[in-house]
């Protein structure tokens, strides 16, 4: 059994610990200052502590805090070249963490679904086979360059607030043509959980799968024809490259370092 800690229970981390519970066959720690974090993720983890260097005794050591406080935490961890360090933190460089610990290190941008066991997360640096067998039990996840971190922030970090808009987007309609709320809502994120899978499973495109569902003179390609009329694809585009800019900006942060 891989000894896995998670440092930092904040919305990202709380979300690994519960899915790694849910997967099983994990022996997890959780560290954090906030003792209301810890009581909140208590339940999902084999220890609470709010030492470092208790968190420190592990295999692997997630680092889930905010890139601000990034480097406070690396000088508190006194890591092997056995161990693998696995930092989630938008915008702090491998090179940055690597010059401040002696473990292997692995950067990985993930998402809430890992919650779920539904994640999606971009991967760069030193995998071990223990850190992919941990990635797998949580969702999917892709191996990446440095260089393609950016822009995997964008996508598969920021990515879900999109998905979220866009299923309040379509729950509202339906509110507006007469569903209930819950009605709603539950359709809406039914319809794109059960779409997403269809691209993940299914061997065409996109753009192939809109065509599978579009009969002529049908519904749905009506719908198509006020998206395609539109510049909808151009806002989410515009979204992404915003996030991914942000992901740019707080990586200089830590260039000069």
């Not at 987007?169 to 269809?198: C, P, Y």
Request: charged share 25%; proline share 3%; aromatic share 4%.
């Amino acid at each position: 059994m891989v000894r896995t800690s998670v440092i930092g229970c904040g919305n990202m981390g709380s979300a690994l610990l519960t899915g790694l519970w849910k997967a099983g066959g994990h022996s997890v720690i959780a560290c954090d200052l906030d003792p209301d974090a810890l009581a909140a993720v208590a339940d999902y983890c084999d220890e609470t502590t709010d030492d470092v260097s208790r968190a420190a005794d592990a295999d692997v050591v997630f680092v889930a805090v905010k890139p601000d406080i990034v480097e406070a935490v690396l000088s508190e961890l006194d890591l092997s070249p056995d161990q693998t360090l696995v930092t989630i933190a938008a915008g702090v460089p491998t090179s940055f963490v690597e010059a401040r610990t002696d473990a292997r290190v692995v950067r990985i941008m993930p998402n809430l679904a890992a919650e779920t066991r539904d994640m999606a997360a971009a991967a760069t640096g030193d995998l071990t086979d223990e850190v992919r067998e941990l990635l797998s039990d949580v969702g999917e996840f892709v191996e990446v360059e440095e260089s393609q971190m950016d822009i995997a922030t964008a996508v598969n970090g920021s990515g879900p607030a999109f998905v979220f808009y866009l299923i309040e987007a379509v729950t509202q309609a339906g509110v507006a043509g007469g569903l209930s709320e819950e009605d709603a809502e539950i359709l809406a994120a039914q319809t794109f959980k059960g779409a997403a899978e269809t691209v993940v499973q299914d061997d065409r495109t996109a753009d192939e799968l809109i065509d599978a569902v579009c009969s002529p003179n049908g519904t749905t390609i009506e719908g198509m024809e006020v998206l395609w009329d539109s510049t909808a694809d151009e806002a989410v585009t515009e979204a992404v490259v915003a996030a991914e800019r942000r992901s740019k900006e707080l990586a200089e942060d830590f260039a000069d370092e």
